[in-house]
């Protein structure tokens, strides 16, 4: 297929057409020759072919029939290319890493990162590194320190698993459409002990997205559901505060506060 292809706003399509930016992101992710790399909505292939070549064993995943078809024509041929057709969010890690840690890669469709980077969360054991193209502003969101507005669930969400990196910057004239907004690669690397210790982790989501669903509300009001006042000054935290206050070690001793109450 010589055509260019078509980018399908349901799928939130933008194509990397730069040349020094898919040379820089493919030189800049890492992935030792020999490693197992997963790709994340290859699309038309830019970086899958970049990558092909530093020798690394390949499978990319695609939602999208017509960058399936694409994909196959260019690459099929490559004995370290794996096509998986499918949806990156009902897609099982375990299974594609086959008891080998996994890098990851992929330019990721604005609209659902979040929902990606935390159905990958979900499977660490598996994954020895994370790098991802997203919208600017959501990098500075997963990377923000606590007291801004940019700190928020995901950065909590992120940093208490994995150490955090921004890293280059890409402009829109790089993508065809060109987005309206600037890019940038994020880097995440798995904590091999999460930061602040290990929580129960359903309590610890549960906890950081009652704190944050009504961000203008102090502690005491917004986790009135979920831990008393005194709950919270025992976890040396403040219920007077809102959630942007607290840094991630702070959710992780509430979490544990209340685990404590709930033994028998």
Excluded: W
């Amino acid at each position: 297929m010589t055509d260019a292809p078509r980018a399908k706003k349901r799928f939130g399509q933008h194509f990397l057409e730069d040349p020094a930016v898919i040379a820089a992101i493919a030189r800049r992710f890492g992935a030792p020759a020999g490693a197992r790399v997963i790709e994340i909505g290859p699309g038309a292939g830019a970086i899958t072919g970049a990558l092909l070549d530093t020798d690394i064993e390949l499978l990319a995943v695609e939602i999208d029939r017509d960058m399936q078809a694409r994909l196959a024509d260019s690459f099929g041929h490559r004995e370290n290319f794996t096509l998986v057709r499918g949806d990156i969010l009902d897609t099982n890690i375990a299974n594609l890493a086959e008891g080998r840690r996994v890098h990851v890669i992929g330019n990721l469709p604005y609209n659902i990162t979040s929902p990606i980077v935390f159905h990958l969360l979900d499977s660490l054991a598996d994954i020895e590194s994370m790098y991802f193209m997203v919208q600017k502003e959501v990098a500075e969101r997963f990377a923000a320190a606590p007291g801004g507005r940019d700190y928020g669930r995901p950065s909590v969400m992120v940093q208490h698993l994995c150490e955090v990196e921004m890293d280059i910057l890409i402009p829109p004239t790089a993508f065809r459409p060109a987005p309206r907004v600037m890019s940038a690669m994020l880097r995440l690397h798995p904590r091999d002990t999460p930061l602040g210790g290990e929580v129960d982790a359903a309590l610890f989501k549960r906890v950081v997205a009652a704190a944050f669903a009504q961000r203008r509300k102090t502690l005491r009001n917004a986790l009135k559901q979920v831990a008393t006042a005194d709950i919270m000054e025992n976890a040396g935290i403040d219920p007077a505060a809102r959630a942007e206050t607290v840094d991630v070690s702070g959710y992780v001793r509430l979490v544990r506060e209340l685990s404590a109450r709930r033994q028998p």
